[in-house]
């Protein structure tokens, strides 16, 4: 599995290339329009388990976060530019993730898989 880490300066790097423009997962060949409910495309990703190539995954999110995220060279560091696009996106809202499956999955299986790579990032914190 790819690390979270890797997985967000990739999309990140999407975002600020390609950003509002139809996609495709190279992983899965599976499409994303660029719009969706007149969100702009960000980028996409795949979920993998072991060699298992689950779902792709696509980020859209508001035009005003795409904006904000326009005054970032190419050249920015990675950790900043992630946190433009957290920022831009908590202060812009909606976004949304449209998940697409690849492999045939139960219910169950894909809400635990979710929640196994969403958890470590959004943890609740204990009273």
Same mark, same amino acid.
């Given at each position: 599995m790819v690390s979270s880490?890797? !997985? !967000?300066?990739?999309?990140?790097?999407?975002?600020?290339?390609?950003? #509002? @423009? $139809?996609?495709?997962?190279? &992983?899965? #060949?599976? /499409?994303f329009a660029p719009k969706l409910n007149g969100l702009d495309l960000f980028g996409v990703g795949v979920r993998k388990k072991g060699p298992i190539k689950v779902y792709s995954v696509g980020m859209y999110a508001s035009q005003a976060a795409k904006e904000s995220l326009s005054t970032l060279s190419r050249q920015a560091d990675k950790l900043k530019a992630l946190a433009t696009l957290r920022s @831009? %996106?908590?202060? /812009?809202?909606? %976004?949304?993730?449209?998940?697409?499956? /690849?492999?045939?999955? #139960? $219910?169950?299986?894909? &809400? /635990? !898989?979710? &929640?196994d790579s969403v958890s470590p990032r959004h943890s609740v914190p204990s009273d």
């Open positions: 880490s890797i !997985a !967000a300066s990739c999309l990140l790097l999407l975002v600020v290339l390609t950003c #509002g @423009s $139809a996609m495709t997962d190279k &992983a899965t #060949g599976i /499409n @831009s %996106t908590k202060s /812009n809202p909606p %976004t949304t993730f449209l998940l697409q499956m /690849n492999f045939k999955v #139960g $219910a169950e299986k894909m &809400a /635990n !898989a979710i &929640a």
